[in-house]
């Protein structure tokens, strides 16, 4: 156990349909980064924050995709009208700015879009 | 276009060998590399880095070298071990910007 949490650790949706995922990271970072991994890939950079602030967007992230970070504790990422192209597994990393090695991943959100 | 690449997408090795993960980039501002491991639905776990600065670092049965010239990193694991059997990804940054991963390669520890 890293300290970060998602939730839902699976979830299974219908094309079209609007889905919503949490990271709560561990409680004194202050950057929080998602990233997503399909099959046979690693994990992709999607977006990262800065405390609440967003600070960069991969090309990755289309409009579909939105993310928030309220007052630079736990962050959602939704994605809207969903593809069979989202199913991935949508990792969150926090990072307590020391070096790179404290960048400390959760377990990951599985998505299937059917 | 892959910054970071990993050719092998799987790798046996016999338990007690040595087990040796190679990677290589073509960003030549990347400062720092990592490798992680990742089990089945778990999330990557930080394993070991090196600083562009250094050629070499080891911790206990874990050992990555640097070849700054190749644009070449390898992970040595010694002895192997059957916990050792997962994905490892190689990964690089930049200053203190986002990780690169590589694609990963499966590590299987024969018995």
Redesign the interface.
């Known amino acids: 156990d890293t300290g970060v949490s998602q939730d839902p650790r699976h979830k299974i949706t219908k094309r079209g349909q609007n889905v919503t995922f949490r990271c709560d990271p561990i409680s004194e970072h202050n950057r929080l980064y998602w990233y997503r991994q399909t099959l046979g890939q690693g994990p992709e950079f999607l977006t990262y924050f800065q405390n609440e602030a967003q600070l960069e967007k991969s090309r990755l992230l289309s409009d579909r995709f939105s993310a928030e970070r309220p007052k630079g504790s736990f962050s959602t990422l939704e994605i809207q009208r969903t593809e069979q192209g989202d199913s991935a597994m949508y990792l969150c990393a926090s990072w307590g700015g020391r070096g790179r090695e404290t960048q400390y991943f959760g377990p990951g959100t599985r998505l299937l879009v059917l | 276009d892959q910054q970071?690449k990993?050719n092998s997408?799987s790798l046996s090795v016999q338990e007690g060998r040595i087990s040796i993960l190679n990677c290589d980039y073509t960003n030549s501002m990347f400062d720092?590399f990592?490798w992680?491991k990742k089990y089945p639905?778990?999330?990557?776990?930080?394993l070991i880095?090196i600083s562009s600065i250094k050629d070499k670092n080891e911790d206990g049965r874990f050992t990555v070298f640097l070849n700054k010239s190749a644009k070449h990193l390898s992970l040595h694991i010694v002895p192997s071990q059957p916990g050792d059997s997962a994905v490892y990804?190689c990964?690089a940054?930049e200053g203190?910007d986002?990780?690169?991963?590589?694609?990963?390669t499966r590590l299987h520890i024969l018995p």
């Open positions: 970071v990993q997408p720092y990592l992680y639905a778990e999330g990557p776990t930080f880095s990804f990964a940054s203190d986002k990780i690169i991963f590589g694609k990963g």
